[in-house]
Nanobody, 125 residues
């Protein structure tokens, strides 16, 4: 089984920055995604990356502010979050896909079956 551990969350003022990390252990993954869920709202995809077709994508709400990256030697993915806004406040989750169908060129379409416990990000003055 894949094990995922997120870290890097915390309290930050509007306009500030945070970098989230996701360390993965176990079998190799096909794609990785960052998701978030605010209280009373549905979970939404934030960013993703697919190893199968080298595809990267972002939600419209974070384009230009967030950047996904990886360190292959550490099997770790990162989410750099800049210019944070109060509406970015949520629990952020890392997830990976290991099997299933997907649409080529769309990394959000992967079947994400393994999830971390999440890390809280709070943006407030």
């Amino acid at each position: 089984q894949v094990q995922l551990v997120e870290s890097g969350g915390g309290l930050v003022q509007p306009g500030g920055s945070l970098r989230l990390s996701c360390a993965a252990s176990g079998p190799s993954y096909r794609a990785i995604g960052w998701f978030r869920q605010a209280p009373g709202k549905e979970r939404e995809g934030v960013s993703c990356f697919s190893r199968l077709d080298d595809t990267t994508d972002y939600a419209d709400s974070v384009k230009g502010r967030f950047t996904i990256s990886k360190d292959d030697t550490k099997n770790t993915m990162y989410l750099q979050m800049n210019s944070l806004k109060p509406e970015d406040t949520a629990v952020y989750y890392c997830a990976v896909s290991r099997a299933g169908s997907y649409y080529v060129g769309d990394c959000f379409s992967h079947k994400y079956g393994d999830w971390g416990r999440g890390t809280q990000v709070t943006v407030s003055s």
